[in-house]
């Protein structure tokens, strides 16, 4: 099923970042150029009475469907409304005709700059000027609840709600794929990270362990004498970033999340992570990591994956690559992708694999100028709720899928076959785990039809291995601050010195690149970084009660 909130996650609002908080200042941004101020709070006497104990949208009476505008930050969004099974259920339940825009961050602007403010927007990025200031654009969620759907109240979780509260002690967005503490402790998140070893090449190298780096180092020249074909160690695309080498491999040896005292701790440095680093290296220099997978881009990495180039892989977002996994799986019966232990940290830290966060990742948000606020909570409320979740990840029960005794999901078999076979009429007809704007992993643990057969045994290898990072989210400098460009500028650095300790000739180049990185943090506002980053972090416990 497809799953949105793993791909590359949109980072909307950062180039421009510095003149819109401009323009939000100038305008109030109080919803364009016909900006209401307080927001469009209309009576809804005629239409329905609150009731606390049932959805709003059970009640309304209004006669006339609502038109509302929708925009999303995004230029990949798919716009259809009430044509494929997930959206026409929407649009019948709700009395809705949805409009969506999409855009990127120059159409944002011009919204902020004297535009008509569409109904709802959905932006990406939590530390953006758009969210910092949503209480002079937004309408506060918790006032639209008390006023017109109580019942908001029960299906938002209420560490999401605190999560998000601004200043004024009200919350103006709500994001999808939001876990809480609650959500980790269930067991229902699957982890999506995963050190794999081709089947095949797992058992005629006789099951081995490559716990630590020595052993790790002799496996890999192991299988480029087995396998000269081969790409014995493979990770995500770096691009810009770190690929799977940077927090991905942090998580996986379970380097700290803060230090001995809750401050916070530079992961990029620690002594068990750089072991890591230069046994990596010594790989590379035995030949036994492709150049190309320095430059490879997604797709690049995705068509090694969908052939079975690497003979193993430490991966991030096993859901994503699930399609690819899946194809290659289907046609090489027996060589399919496991998942093993893999690298083990030298210190004996147990791994504290990641997953999506509190923050989430699409932020939704209910304008000032929405023309019907009262529909628009509805909306918030069906999608959050049990319903909404059902329909969004299922369809129609007796339509698309049928529910068991036991409570769980299969979908009909003329839909599944369409899932596996003909995905793009999937997307078409059906829409299933696409329209995810409140989506939720949990509801994913209802059915085996939710994921590939492909990664059912790496998320089963991940049972356990999640550790929340919520200390850690937005704890960056506010955009537009000097502290935010020279982190900026560090993490461009980080990204060219990885690569350059992962490709060193020898050891001392690899302590050179490393030396040199440490004097370019010195050189841009580090320790003032590191100073907002702790307090930032002493902030989050505050809001989630961590000691």
């Known amino acids: ?27 109030g941004c109080s919803g364009g150029s016909s900006g209401t101020g307080e927001g469009n709070w209309i009576s809804i006497e005629d239409r329905y009475t609150v009731d606390p104990n049932k959805p709003a949208w059970t009640l309304d009476q209004k006669q006339e469907a609502t038109d509302l505008t929708w925009y999303v930050n995004a230029d990949w969004w798919n716009t259809d409304f009430g044509k494929d099974i997930v959206t026409k259920k929407i649009k019948e339940d709700l009395n809705i005709n949805i409009k969506f825009i999409t855009g990127d961050d120059t159409k944002l602007n011009t919204f902020f700059a004297g535009g008509d403010m569409p109904d709802l927007l959905t932006v990406f990025d939590s530390n953006s000027a758009v969210v910092h200031k949503a209480s002079t654009w937004a309408m506060p ?83 480029k004498e087995k396998f000269p074909s ?24 379970g380097v700290p999340l803060e230090t001995d005292t809750g401050e916070f701790y530079d992961r990029n440095l620690d002594e068990d992570y750089l072991t890591w680093l230069k046994t990596i290296n010594a790989v590379y220099r035995d030949g036994n990591i492709s150049d190309d997978s320095f430059a490879d881009d997604g ?26 996994l899946q194809i290659y799986m289907s046609a090489n019966e027996g060589k399919e992708y496991i998942a093993i232990d893999g690298p083990q940290s030298t210190k004996g830290h147990a791994p504290t694999l990641n997953q999506s966060g509190i923050t989430g990742w699409m932020i939704n948000f209910i304008s000032k100028d929405c023309k019907d606020p009262a529909k628009a909570i509805q909306i918030f409320t069906y999608l959050l709720s049990e319903e909404g979740q059902m329909l969004m990840n299922y369809g129609i029960e007796g339509e698309t899928f049928t529910k068991k005794a036991d409570g769980t999901v299969e979908l009909l078999p003329a839909v599944k076959d369409l899932q596996l ?6 997307k078409k007809d059906y829409r299933m785990g696409e329209f995810m704007f409140f989506g939720h992993d949990r509801h994913k643990a209802l059915s085996a039809d939710a994921f590939p057969e492909a990664i059912k045994q790496m998320q089963e290898w991940g049972k356990g291995k999640l550790t929340p990072h919520f200390i ?76």
């Open 141 to 223: 969620l918790n006032d639209l609840a008390e006023k017109y759907d109580p019942y908001f109240n029960k299906v938002a979780a209420a560490d999401t709600l605190n999560w998000f509260q601004q200043e004024d002690g009200k919350t103006y967005g709500y994001p999808n794929y939001s876990n809480t503490q609650e959500d980790y402790d269930s067991g229902n998140i699957p982890a999506k990270t995963a050190f794999i070893i081709r089947k095949d090449v797992y058992e005629a190298l006789g099951s081995p362990v490559m716990g630590t780096p020595e052993q790790f180092q002799l496996v890999m020249k192991h299988i």
């Open 421 to 426: 076979h003909n995905a793009d009429q999937f």
């Open 299 to 324: 797709t690049a990495f995705e068509e090694k994956v969908k052939s079975g180039k690497y003979a193993t892989m430490l991966l991030d977002g096993t859901p994503q690559q699930g399609g690819n």
């Open 472 to 547: 850690l989210e937005n704890i960056n400098p506010n955009l537009g601050t000097p502290e935010a460009r020279a982190l900026s500028a560090i993490q461009t650095k980080w990204n060219s010195t990885l690569v350059s300790m992962l490709r060193a000739k020898d050891d001392a180049s690899f302590e050179n690149a490393l030396a040199v990185y440490q004097t370019f943090l010195e050189e841009n506002r580090w320790p003032d970084i590191v100073k907002i980053r702790g307090e930032k972090m002493k902030q989050n416990k505050e809001k989630l009660g961590i000691q």
């Open 1 to 27: 099923m497809f799953n949105f909130h793993g791909w590359s996650k949109v980072k909307g609002v950062r180039g421009f970042a510095v003149l819109l908080a401009a323009v939000l200042m100038v305008t």
């Open 230 to 253: 081969l790409i014995p160690f493979g990770f995500n695309a770096i691009g810009e970033g770190t690929g799977s080498l940077g927090d991905t491999l942090q998580d996986f040896i």
